[in-house]
């Protein structure tokens, strides 16, 4: 997806030019102005500010410009063979060749951010502040205002990208001022892990501090209040999870300090920290005292195609655009390439209304197999003869034939491979032939993983019927919120020990934010678990659905056969819990120590 909603300014440098893509960062210049025309001018400084922003994931299009990262887990598979997300699930990548290029993406957001906190205090404002009358002096207080709150984003951002390096590669170097060719890379160690969250913490702290819980005059988009206390959240959620605190897999790495916090800390007063800090989240209030965030009351499916959304903490939002809907709708619609296609692995995991486990061995389940389950699995996933319009205009919706011979079915080319199509965030209803469009939202944070890592928190630090001392909710309270909007009863009674919580919790998180780029990260923190971690899922056989007519009833509606089989299979080693560190990079800093096994 191109059309973000930011404005979007042309990054050129040209004359900075480097090995390493620790300091290969496209700045933050706009147009072709030198860096002195910029520093100057507080229209200009702000566009670079627009630039830190574009650094966000683009978690639609993540991989090869085509693919989302669930196609790396046992979310989903990408139907062309040829996209680079496949090197994933066939364990062919390595620190020279890493589909994922977090490290470069994120050191440019980095640098940009580093850069503009440098630049952003020589901004002249004397046209403003030496006018005498009150127009000019109010704009200037507010420009002042604007320029001190635009540093505290800058850093938040900043932050935002160190965890998305933590949670790959483990401690990594922290940089406060944006590096030249100069730059001394002896006197920049590589950060201990307890050295990385204690920084992105700190940073989450100090941003808290100045962020507004809302914007009353621009910024969709921005960084908020709770957009720092999420982030703080998510971390300390990591932090005091087993991948974070056990190195054992690494096989007696010699540096455990990179990839396993220090005992300086208990686990429990880890998972206690945790707790504390979605319950933040959870009580932020607007100055009138007005709750900040909800579930929302739309349809689960709709959530995801809005820019305004009490649920929404911080989210990329996107323009006009169909770039999403091309790639991904089904093979028989006008201009669909199937693209992102879910797994019977996910789509198995979806329980029925009355909390019955689906299972493919019972034949009442196998003869209607998407009847009656969590209102979740079919707003977020398209099931052979669910109505699909694709721009076919009103009451012309067909349904989608992923049945052997139907027009989205095994025998043409390009048609899914798992016997689904995706349906979460698109829009189902576009002419791409008119090339229709319609916006699109990306949510880095929502409420609803807020209620899930205070449930998990909770239940670890304080037991399957505990809450945060003086909270709103307990566990339960905090998973029937979730729960509630699926069309699922409250959970059950038998529910009651944190073992038996702590699976029902592993499962709303699979399910409530299935495709949000949440499985590949919780699956690996939660390490060894026999049904939940890694090996178990990354690792597990990808299943799929084979679906062939079989008639008609006497009422005209088709009968299908469903055969469940295995796709193919992945592969997991134990060094994938962290990416390796870009072999260039070791090259240049040579100090730096690489991740275990690799």
């Known amino acids: 997806m191109k059309k973000i909603l930011y404005f979007t300014v042309a990054i050129a440098m040209g004359t900075f030019q480097a090995c390493s893509e620790l300091l290969d960062p496209e700045t933050g210049l706009p147009g072709a102005l030198t860096e002195d025309e910029v520093i100057y001018s507080y229209g200009n400084v702000q566009q670079m500010l627009t630039i830190i922003y574009a650094s966000l994931p683009d978690g639609f299009q993540y991989i090869g410009n085509e693919a989302m990262l669930a196609g790396a887990s046992d979310e989903a598979e990408f139907t062309s063979e040829l996209n680079l997300i496949?090197?994933?699930?066939?364990?062919?990548?390595?620190?020279?060749?890493?589909?994922?290029?977090?490290?470069?993406?994120?050191?440019?957001?980095?640098?940009?951010?580093?850069?503009?906190?440098?630049?952003?205090?020589?901004?002249?404002?004397?046209?403003?502040?030496?006018?005498?009358?009150?127009?000019?002096?109010?704009?200037?207080?507010t420009a002042l205002e604007r320029i001190n709150r635009s540093k505290y984003e800058a850093r938040f951002l900043r932050a935002f990208f160190y965890f998305e390096l933590a949670k790959r590669y483990g401690g990594v170097p922290i940089m406060t001022e944006p590096l030249t060719l100069e730059s001394d890379f002896t006197a920049i160690p590589r950060a201990t892990l307890d050295e990385t969250i204690q920084f992105i913490v700190d940073e989450c702290d100090s941003t808290v501090t100045v962020l507004p819980v809302k914007y009353e005059d621009f910024s969709l988009g921005h960084a908020t209040k709770g957009a720092a206390l999420a982030l703080k959240s998510r971390v300390l959620l990591y932090a005091a999870s087993d991948l974070f605190n056990d190195p054992s897999w690494a096989g007696g790495y010699a540096h455990p300090e990179y990839i396993s916090l220090s005992q300086d800390k208990s686990r429990e007063q880890r998972w206690i920290d945790a707790a504390a800090a979605a319950n933040e989240v959870i009580n932020l209030v607007d100055e009138k005292g007005a709750t900040t965030y909800a579930i929302t009351g739309l349809d689960y499916g709709t959530s995801f195609r809005t820019f305004q959304n009490i649920e929404l903490i911080f989210a990329r939002r996107y323009g006009n655009s169909n770039e999403f809907e091309k790639t991904n709708y089904p093979i028989g619609y006008d201009k669909g390439n199937s693209g992102l296609t879910p797994l019977g692995n996910l789509v198995d995991d979806y329980e029925f209304l009355n909390g019955t486990a689906f299972d493919w061995d019972n034949p009442a389940h196998?003869?209607?197999?998407?009847?009656?389950?969590?209102?979740?699995?079919?707003?977020?996933?398209?099931?052979?003869?669910?109505?699909f319009n694709g721009g076919r205009g009103e009451n012309r919706s067909r349904p989608v034939e992923i049945w052997t011979g139907g027009l989205d079915g095994k025998g043409v080319q390009k048609a899914s491979r798992t016997g689904y199509y995706l349906l979460k965030y698109m829009d189902p209803n576009l002419d791409l032939l008119k090339d229709q469009s319609s916006v699109h939202t990306w949510a880095l944070f929502r409420f609803g993983e807020i209620l899930l890592n205070y449930a998990e928190a909770v239940n670890e630090a304080y037991g399957a019927a505990g809450k945060v001392p003086g909270a709103k909710y307990t566990v339960k309270q905090a998973l029937n919120l979730v729960r509630g909007r699926a069309g699922l009863g409250v959970v059950p009674p038998p529910v009651n020990t944190k073992d038996a919580m702590r699976d029902l919790i592993r499962h709303e998180r699979r399910v409530e934010l299935a495709l949000e780029d949440h499985r590949l990260w919780d699956v690996r923190r939660w390490k060894d678990d026999v049904k939940y971690g890694a090996k178990a899922t990354l690792g597990a056989p990808a299943r799929a659905v084979e679906i062939i007519k079989t008639g008609v009833t006497e009422t005209g509606e088709p009968v299908f056969e469903y055969k469940p089989f295995i796709l193919e299979n992945r592969k997991w080693e134990d060094k994938m819990f962290f990416y390796p560190i870009p072999q260039k990079e070791l090259g240049i800093a040579k100090e730096w120590v690489q991740n275990p096994l690799w």
């Open 86 to 141: 496949q090197k994933f699930n066939t364990g062919d990548w390595n620190a020279v060749s890493n589909p994922d290029r977090a490290w470069a993406n994120n050191f440019k957001g980095i640098y940009n951010a580093n850069l503009y906190l440098q630049k952003v205090d020589s901004i002249r404002l004397d046209n403003l502040k030496l006018n005498p009358s009150p127009a000019a002096q109010e704009q200037y207080q």
């Open 366 to 387: 196998r003869a209607n197999p998407y009847s009656n389950r969590d209102l979740r699995l079919t707003k977020s996933i398209l099931v052979n003869n669910a109505l």
